[in-house]
């Protein structure tokens, strides 16, 4: 006896209708549900309300600029493209070279974080790296939005 294992042809098409119209309807529930999704979060997250604090990049102790640079992400003033460049001016945990545990001496003197950022542009393009270059001057961008001298 043989059987045949081809599906009849009114069966096949009703399957691939079947199938098709299953996969509309993930498809158009994902796009609903990812739309509400993102409503909310631009809706609960509205930055553009919020009044801009302006600090003292001029004047500014290294650790007091990385809490700042945190805080800005993390309200998302700043993104992490802007930032990035900015991560070598930073301290961090182990930075922390005294052998009595205390901070060394430059970490709580103020500077200037501004001038900086241009004299580390024009060390950048004098070696070339004209996309270095591009992204501290984004950095640098993003600093004086939230500058104001005091």
Do not use: W
């Amino acid at each position: 006896m043989k059987i045949d294992s081809r599906m009849s042809p009114l069966v096949s098409d009703r399957a691939q209708t079947t199938n098709a119209s299953a996969r509309t309807n993930y498809s158009a529930s994902f796009a609903t549900t990812l739309n509400e999704k993102l409503l909310e979060a631009t809706s609960t997250r509205d930055v553009s309300s919020a009044p801009i604090e302006k600090y003292d990049f001029s004047n500014m102790t290294p650790i007091k600029f990385r809490e700042t640079i945190n805080v800005l992400i993390s309200r998302g003033q700043m993104d992490l493209d802007e930032t990035t460049p900015l991560i070598g001016m930073m301290p961090f945990p182990l930075s922390k070279v005294n052998c009595d545990g205390t901070l060394p001496a430059g970490f709580d003197q103020p500077v200037d974080f501004l001038a900086k950022i241009q004299y580390a542009i024009k060390e950048t393009l004098s070696r070339n790296d004209r996309q270095g270059a591009e992204g501290l001057r984004i950095a640098g961008n993003a600093l004086l939005r939230f500058h104001q001298a005091m």
